[in-house]
């Protein structure tokens, strides 16, 4: 039994469908596949599946993540092929690999920032630069959350890590920023992109998470180099 | 248009619902076909991605090499604020054009309720609702589905409406709109065997309520027949079936085993609509299920058919079906059940793979009543397959009945709660030590009367007496194990007069539309008193086209299409019905 690691792209095309609808659409798409995937035991056996932390609709990630367990052994290349045939545009598998046998789950969970970058116009870069800064210099940042149940709110001043402008051509302004993410807490992009006021310019405000990292493992390691140093270290196990 | 979507998409509940890009949606090169064709279905995405006939229709007109089918769907109120206050029309899934840009417009009519949706989207769309004041500039509407049976609602708003099934005829409807001529593409519609076009007929009433007659101008034919495909086995079935990224109501693989129904319920319109009774072979449907399976990814297949249990080898099916896929981890559903024990056996065999409730439909609480109505279904029946299911452990079972069916008195009413009562005691018994799971849904509807059934004469109760009946029921079922369930008596009632309505009430649906209804199949959407508004400013009386009997001998909105059932004929039904004759 060997458990395969996916880093995939959520594009434009696949941007307005939920986490819920990927994990759908990938297990539709590997039956189609017919990766010879490890069920669950019980009355309604589904497969073995695990994700990173979800993408909010409407926001699109080309560092996103998830874990299959194999029945028996495919090369990692040979799933994402395989996978890559049956997706609809929008989602593609970008690199496949084996988890190193001597762990026996990937943990998601250790992931604890995510990087964006954000593009928007209607806003001078440096008015933006002025925003930040000022952003950046309070104790304090409250959001309100709630959704479907009460409302409350919370600080994610500690969540944001870094934000920064990257460029400006066109009149559009690019932005990157790290914020913390997982079980300890985190901020949203969202709500940062709400904070500096980018959704007031022309109203068009793209978000795309770049990266994945787990910060107590070695310092920020983006996923695929986690790849390159597992097929260094162990081999390419298929 | 890409561009307004960005803004708009963040703003709107389910934005995936007009984004397309499914697995198995086609999109072709415009300049590749000589006819696009949107087919429109007037219900929210979730809905009518779960309905099969638009599926056929998108890959029948897709696997033509001269034409292109598109879908849309009406979009949510949220969606509609959005288009309408940024002046956006209405647009499809596939390639984000404009509905009006088409060559025709396929719309299916699945239920009365959606008939404002269907008026909504095509004003979203920029076309003018009534199909007099349309243009050469304008596509061709069609429509067609169930809701066919009896265009004259509707008959205003199109300029075809397909009675009867549309495999083949979609072709044909394709081939008159490559005309792009409007005039001469009508002249071919009219040409299309089953197809009603509306402006070839005058609408003469004689009477309040439903009573007129409908004569065709200019050598149009008098009688519609409906239109039906010879070769169920032969005929084009879709196995790569859309799969939707969001949930819908079915997200499964649906194979029609069989269509039609010989089972005669009085009340029921199924056989007008769908008959003959027609048939696919195991081998035919092993290998659609096979391809479905693999050309979708989806882990349960569904067999739809009216009763599916009266399918020549059910069991053989079943049997073949569970044997292959149920170690691959796929379930086969089973939705339409008889009232036997036979059923439940059969719904044994799948239960391996999946559990799911069982559900029966008495439809009324005597003997008698079951006979009026023709409900070949005894209470030993019931019990059998009650007893069948509890002791293959089910503990929860769903009961369908009607209430104010012709002739029905207090006493039927009563027998509704007795029977379910005596059910509940004998589940306990059945159930043993497992008693405290039984649960009995118990879901009861006012009876509807439905054009080409023996009952189209028959009224439907008043509202009060509805609500008399409703409370006879309540107060009988107190029991903790009983969930008690009622369709809205107001929606039975305007479904009713729409379902029986002429051309008349088309201006009600349009006063309706006009006020601000639409989805009114949604509980939180159907407004009452709108309609009743909406009714009064048509000048015409819920009353009159639900509430009253009709004379046999009176000339009927719908006559002029012909379903197969001779008008003799469902009246004899109809008396042997009275005089409680069951065959």
């Known amino acids: ?238 | 248009m890409d561009l307004d979507l960005d803004v708009i998409l963040p703003r709107v509940q389910k934005p995936a619902r007009y984004t397309g890009g499914e697995w198995n949606a086609i999109r072709k090169d415009p300049a590749s076909v000589r006819a696009r064709v949107a087919l429109c279905y007037p219900d929210s995405y979730e809905v009518g991605m779960s309905h099969l006939g638009l599926q056929v229709l998108y890959h029948v007109l897709n696997s033509h090499p001269d034409f292109a089918a598109e879908r849309c769907f009406a979009p949510w109120p949220d969606m509609e604020q959005e288009l309408r206050s940024r002046n956006l029309p209405l647009f499809s899934l596939e390639s984000r054009t404009p509905l009006r840009e088409f060559d025709a417009i396929g719309i299916t009519l699945p239920y009365e309720l959606t008939y404002t949706n269907v008026l909504n989207m095509l004003d979203l769309a920029g076309v003018p609702v009534r199909a007099a004041d349309r243009g050469p500039g304008d596509p061709l509407i069609v429509g067609g589905g169930p809701g066919a049976v009896n265009p004259e609602p509707l008959a205003a708003f199109f300029d075809g409406i397909l009675i009867g099934e549309g495999e083949d005829a979609i072709l044909e409807i394709a081939e008159a709109a490559a005309l792009r001529d409007r005039r001469a593409a009508l002249d071919s519609l009219a040409q299309i065997e089953g197809m009603y076009v509306p402006s070839l007929y005058r609408h003469a009433p004689a009477g309040p309520g439903p009573l007129g007659v409908v004569t065709p101008l200019n050598g149009a034919p008098v009688h519609i027949p409906r239109r039906f495909v010879a070769d169920l086995d032969a005929a084009l079935f879709p196995t790569h079936q859309i799969v939707p990224f969001i949930e819908t109501v079915h997200s499964r693989v649906t194979l029609e085993i069989m269509r039609g129904c010989t089972r005669g319920c009085r009340f029921c319109q199924a056989h007008a609509a769908y008959a003959p009774r027609r048939q696919r072979s195991i081998e035919t449907i092993l290998r659609q299920a096979e391809e479905a399976v693999a050309a979708t990814g989806y882990d349960e297949i569904s067999l739809l058919a009216f009763t599916s249990v009266d399918y020549h080898d059910i069991e053989g099916l079943v049997s073949a079906l569970v044997e292959r896929f149920g170690e691959r981890g796929i379930g086969v559903a089973l939705p339409s059940l008889r009232v036997d024990a036979f059923s439940v056996t059969l719904a044994n065999k799948i239960q391996e793979v999946r559990k799911s409730g069982l559900t029966f439909a008495p439809e009324a609480g005597t003997q008698r009543l079951r006979d009026v109505i023709r409900k070949q279904v005894t209470e030993d029946d019931l019990f059998a397959a009650a007893d069948a299911a509890f002791s293959s452990g089910w503990h929860r079972i769903k009961l369908y009945f009607m209430i104010g069916l012709p002739t029905e008195t207090d006493e039927d009413v009563e027998a509704i709660g007795d029977l379910v009562n005596r059910l509940v005691a004998f589940g306990r018994g059945a159930l043993g030590t497992r008693r405290g799971r039984l649960q009995i849904g118990v879901s009861v509807a006012a009876f509807v009367p439905k054009p080409h059934t023996p009952f189209q004469w028959m009224a439907q109760d008043e509202m009060e007496v509805i609500a008399h009946k409703q409370r006879i029921i309540q107060r009988a079922l107190r029991d903790r194990a009983i969930k008690l369930s009622w369709t809205d008596p107001k929606v039975s009632a305007l479904e009713a007069s729409i379902s029986r309505g002429d051309r008349r009430i088309g201006d009600a649906i349009e006063a309706a539309w006009r006020m601000g209804s639409t989805f009114d199949a949604w509980n939180e959407r159907f407004d009452f008193e709108r309609w009743q508004r909406a009714f009064q400013e048509a000048g015409v009386a819920i009353h009159d086209y639900a509430n009253t009997p009709l004379g046999f001998d009176a000339p009927l909105a719908w006559d002029h299409v012909d379903c197969g059932n001779e008008k003799d004929a469902l009246r004899r039904e109809a008396e042997r019905a009275l005089s409680g004759e069951a065959i």
Request: charged residues 25%.
């Open chain 1, 1 to 238: 039994m060997a458990q395969i690691i996916c880093q995939y792209r959520k594009g434009d095309d696949a941007r307005w469908i939920s986490h819920l609808d990927v994990k759908r659409t990938l297990e539709r798409a590997m039956r189609r596949a017919q990766l010879p995937l490890a069920l669950t035991e019980g009355h309604n056996p589904h497969p073995k599946l695990s994700f990173g932390p979800p993408l909010s609709v409407g926001i699109t990630g080309s560092a996103e993540m998830f874990a299959i367990h194999l029945e028996s052994t495919l090369a990692p290349d040979a799933v994402k092929e395989r996978l890559n045939a049956q997706l609809p545009p929008g989602l593609q598998i970008l690199e496949a690999w084996v988890l190193p046998g001597y762990r026996k789950k990937e943990t998601f969970g250790e992931i604890d920032v995510a990087e964006y970058e954000v593009m928007f116009g209607g806003i001078g870069a440096d008015e933006v630069e002025a925003r930040i800064a000022d952003l950046l210099a309070r104790e304090q940042l409250m959001v309100q959350r709630g959704g479907d149940r009460p409302e409350r709110s919370i600080d994610v001043r500690p969540f944001i890590l870094t934000v920064s402008v990257m460029g400006s051509t066109d009149g559009e302004v690019s932005l990157r920023m790290r914020l913390r993410t997982g079980s300890h807490g985190g901020a949203r992009p969202q709500e940062i992109v709400e904070l500096l006021g980018l959704h007031e310019g022309d109203g068009l405000v793209r978000c795309h998470r770049t990266g994945l990292y787990a910060s107590q493992q070695e310092t920020p390691r983006p996923a695929a180099q986690t790849r390159r140093r597992w097929s260094q270290t162990r081999g390419r196990r298929s």
